[in-house]
Nanobody, 123 residues
Framework: QVQLVESGGGLVQAGGSLRLSCAAS????????MVWFRQAPGKEREFVAC???????DYADSVKGRFTISRDNAKNTVYLQMNSLKSEDTAVYYC?????????????????WGQGTQVTVSS
């Protein structure tokens, strides 16, 4: 049974930092592409960042230069380091896994999802 468990969300002031973690189990983690999406109230789920099985990364323009995605295959964990946070980064952040190993940019292309972690940035 595949499980993805996010942690690290919380309340932070604008300009601050948070690091999200997503621990995976029940899958061959090193072969999966891992992604972070986010969803703000009343909005669609949007792509944030992804990392392929070979550690190639890609980012949404809105977070480029502020967020960094990384993975530790020994720990079956993907991270999202978020710096210079803005109020518009407020959302529930979800990690997801894709078995083909390459990055994709729409939610329906991902096989497994975590339950999400709330990030709130106060201005």
């Amino acid at each position: 049974q595949v499980q993805l468990v996010e942690s690290g969300g919380g309340l932070v002031q604008a300009g601050g930092s948070l690091r999200l973690s997503c621990a995976a189990s029940g899958l061959t983690f090193s072969g999966y592409a891992m992604v972070w999406f986010r969803q703000a109230p009343g909005k669609e789920r949007e792509f944030v960042a992804c990392i392929s099985w070979s550690a190639t990364t890609d980012y949404a323009d809105s977070v480029k230069g502020r967020f960094t995605i990384s993975r530790d295959n020994a720990k079956n964990t993907v991270y999202l380091q978020m710096n210079s946070l803005k109020s518009e980064d407020t959302a529930v952040y979800y990690c997801a896994a894709r078995s083909t190993g390459s990055c994709a940019y729409t939610p329906r292309q991902y096989n497994f999802w975590g339950q999400g972690t709330q990030v709130t940035v106060s201005s």
